[in-house]
């Protein structure tokens, strides 16, 4: 027997998931069961894969504790079920939601990426004692105080019109880190056709106040359109994926 990464308690540990395993399994559905992987950087092709990056982490307590208290409900607030969605030019608007319980779901995918032996979440992590608190307030069911981990939500779009919304709805890629000021990190999320930023230690208090951040108290959240060329790092990702397709390197996994 292992020992459960939360509760600490000897058990059989659960295939558990960082990014929720159904917006994987949405791609595959679509995609004969497999989707496109672009690596970010060096000499791995661009390849088929049907991995959802899970690893063995928690109990099936601790895992129903996450799926119950925060993943359920939050995946339907992404996909736009719940709630009153307001689209406008500048974003999309969120009304009617429960703040607390989107952050912490945001908040349990980081604690489970920077805590997870899956390759694909190698650049996510939290030192200590972060890491612990953030554990203790997600078992607990507490709020995540914001000086301790801020999360801030965009919208992908793409102005040239090359994706649609259902493609960029498609897209996962493995999760990166910015350096941000006052020795803060940005850890960075793209799922469900949505930009999730983790900073961490919080954002300052008068930071809280842009686009997209979400607090425990928020019950309307307007989301910002951010274009995916405006993303560095998933840019680079793109034209170095596009450069290795049109060289033919392209392999599949089964």
């Known amino acids: 027997m292992e020992k459960c990464l939360m509760c600490g308690s000897k058990s059989e540990l659960q295939n558990s998931h960082a990014i929720p395993d159904t917006f994987f399994k949405r791609i595959y559905r679509s995609n004969a069961g497999k989707a496109i992987v672009v690596p970010g950087g060096g000499d791995e092709p661009i390849h088929y894969s049907s991995d959802s990056w899970a690893t063995n982490q928690l109990c099936s307590s601790c ?46 995918v980081f604690w489970r990426a920077a805590n997870s032996k899956h390759p694909n979440y190698f650049k996510v992590m939290i030192p200590e004692p972060w890491n612990s608190q953030i554990r203790s307030k997600l078992i607990s069911k507490q709020k995540i105080p914001a000086n301790l981990a801020t999360v801030k939500v965009s919208r992908l779009i793409d102005r040239t019109e090359w994706f649609s919304l259902t493609s960029l709805k498609s897209l996962i890629i493995k999760p990166f880190f910015r350096r941000v000021a006052h020795r803060r990190y940005s850890f960075c999320f793209i799922f469900e056709g949505f930009l999730i930023e983790i900073f961490t230690p919080g954002l300052a208090l008068r930071e809280r106040f842009q686009g997209g951040v979400l607090g425990n108290q928020t019950k309307i959240l307007s989301v910002p359109f951010i274009d995916i060329f405006d993303i560095p790092e998933m840019e680079e990702a793109m034209v170095e994926g596009y450069g290795k397709y049109v060289d033919g390197d392209v392999t599949f996994e089964n």
């Open 63 to 108: 895992e129903s504790l996450l799926n119950v208290s925060y993943e359920q409900y939050s995946i339907k607030v992404l996909r736009g079920k719940g709630c009153r969605i307001i689209k406008h030019d500048g974003g999309v608007t969120f009304n009617g939601i429960t703040g607390k319980t989107l952050v912490s779901f945001f908040i349990s």
